[in-house]
Nanobody
Framework: QVQLVESGGGLVQAGGSLKLSCAAS????????MGWFRQAPGKEREFVAG????????YYADFVNGRFTISRDNAKNTLYLQMNNLKPEDTAVYYC?????????????????????WGQGTQVTVSS
């Protein structure tokens, strides 16, 4: 059983930065495809970024446009999302997700149904 715990959310002004972390336990983190998703009030959960087992491949939603960077530290069982130049429309609850043993391309990473484990989420609020 995989447990995921996100942290690092908060309130930031437009143009600011935040770094989210997702601590994983109870599974084989280094052999899990990992992703970040977000959900704003009244909207569906949407893909933000994904990363392969050893970080050699990363995938991003179009709206990221070079502002976010996904990374992982397998020695620390931790996933990260560095977010720069934040905009008010980035306001949402951010979730990390794990797909143990999975290998795929962009279409795999962007689909929430491909992930078997989810964290509880961390709120990111960007003020204008």
């Amino acid at each position: 059983q995989v447990q995921l715990v996100e942290s690092g959310g908060g309130l930031v002004q437009a143009g600011g930065s935040l770094k989210l972390s997702c601590a994983a336990s109870g599974g084989t983190f280094s052999k899990s495809a990992m992703g970040w998703f977000r959900q704003a009030p009244g909207k569906e959960r949407e893909f933000v970024a994904g990363i392969s087992w050893f970080g050699s491949r990363t995938y991003y939603a179009d709206f990221v446009n070079g502002r976010f960077t996904i990374s992982r530290d397998n020695a620390k069982n931790t996933l990260y999302l560095q977010m720069n130049n934040l905009k008010p429309e980035d306001t949402a609850v951010y979730y990390c997700a794990a797909a143990p043993g999975a290998i795929g391309s962009y279409d795999f990473y962007k689909a929430p149904g491909n992930y078997g484990y989810w964290g509880q989420g961390t709120q990111v609020t960007v003020s204008s």
